[in-house]
């Protein structure tokens, strides 16, 4: 049994009005940063996980973000897998 | 008649529904734990009540929906038991997908805490004995209660009548500045396809007592009582 570590960056869908992303990017251009542009905020989780393999450690964190960790109705999620 | 009120870890109007149920509308009523896998009795209808369930950790409702008792109010509702989801209730509806769609942050961005007016939209058990001209004032606390679906799903909504409640003015009108959160189509209650289970983000426990200066949340549920009555 090998132990991996994932980290999941979730972001609202493209698409879906991102209210924070939008008030930060309103802000960054009230303080002159108006080179910045598409402001997106979303969440960051990291965890450790217990399998035999990369495949299989995928399998179960892509499982866990489609039942629990993102909502696929309104989120998007990358995952970053490596065997530690 | 009996209802059963679900209690998660960090509902807050559990108690105010269950005084809402039994001594406004005067009907039985239960408060389930949510670590039971089972109903002790049979229930007329269950409610999911308002709060902040396991903190709103994640996303609001998300990690309520896996209690043990949520299976059996999946199962319950399938078969189709009445289920009504207030506030935080609505939002574990949707992420068990019993209800369609989302509760996003406010557009506002804040949470918001104060009367707003409803509308019935459509005929469901719930706003059987209501009418399209009833103006209801009800309380909204919330910061996510700002209602997403994709354009299919709205379309289906509207095609089924399915929303049953629209945030209005105090005329009555379903306008852009009537609309707290920013709900699609100002969104404020929808039944599922069978009209069996209903989410709401206005509290009409907390307007059931004239005490309080309301009782308007009490013509819903009575609404709803009235028609268990009837079948």
């Known amino acids: 049994m090998k132990k991996f570590e994932a980290k999941i960056r979730i972001t609202l869908r493209k698409g879906i009005l991102d209210v924070q992303g939008k008030t930060v990017e309103n802000a960054l251009h009230s303080i002159d940063f108006q080179m910045i542009s598409n402001v997106r905020i979303g969440k960051y989780v990291v965890l450790n996980v217990n399998a035999n393999n990369f495949d299989e450690a995928m399998q179960i964190v892509e499982s866990a973000c489609k039942k629990l960790i993102a909502n696929p109705i309104i989120e998007d999620f990358q995952i970053e897998l490596s065997e530690i | ?22 001594v406004n509308a005067g009907i039985s009523v239960d408060l389930i734990w949510h670590k039971e896998h089972t109903f002790s009795r049979t229930y007329d209808c269950i409610v999911l009540p308002g709060g902040f369930s396991y903190g709103d950790y994640l996303r609001c409702g998300a990690i309520a929906r896996f209690s043990p008792i949520m299976d059996e109010v999946i199962r319950f509702a399938k078969n189709g038991g009445y289920v009504i989801g207030i506030c935080n209730g609505f939002q574990i509806l949707t992420e068990c997908n019993l209800l369609p769609g989302v509760l996003l942050k406010n557009t506002s961005l804040s949470f918001i805490c104060k009367d707003v007016f409803l509308k019935p939209t459509a ?109």
């Open chain 2, 123 to 231: 005929i469901s058990p719930f706003t059987q004995s209501l009418t399209y001209d009833d103006i209801l004032r009800i309380p909204i606390a919330h910061g996510e209660g700002n209602y997403f679906a994709d354009d299919d799903t709205i379309k289906e909504l509207e095609d089924n009548e399915q929303i049953v409640f629209k945030y209005c003015d105090n005329a009555g009108n379903v306008t852009e500045l009537a609309n707290p959160n920013g709900s699609i189509k100002n969104i404020a209650g929808i039944v599922n396809k069978k009209r069996n289970v209903l989410g709401m983000m206005p509290h009409p426990e907390r307007y059931s007592d004239k005490i309080l200066g309301c009782d308007d949340g009490l013509k819903i549920f009575n609404s709803f009582i009235n028609y268990l009555r009837l079948i």
């Open chain 2, 1 to 22: 008649m009996y209802f059963g009120i679900v209690v998660f870890p960090g509902s807050n109007c559990d108690h105010d529904a269950y005084y809402a149920l039994s």
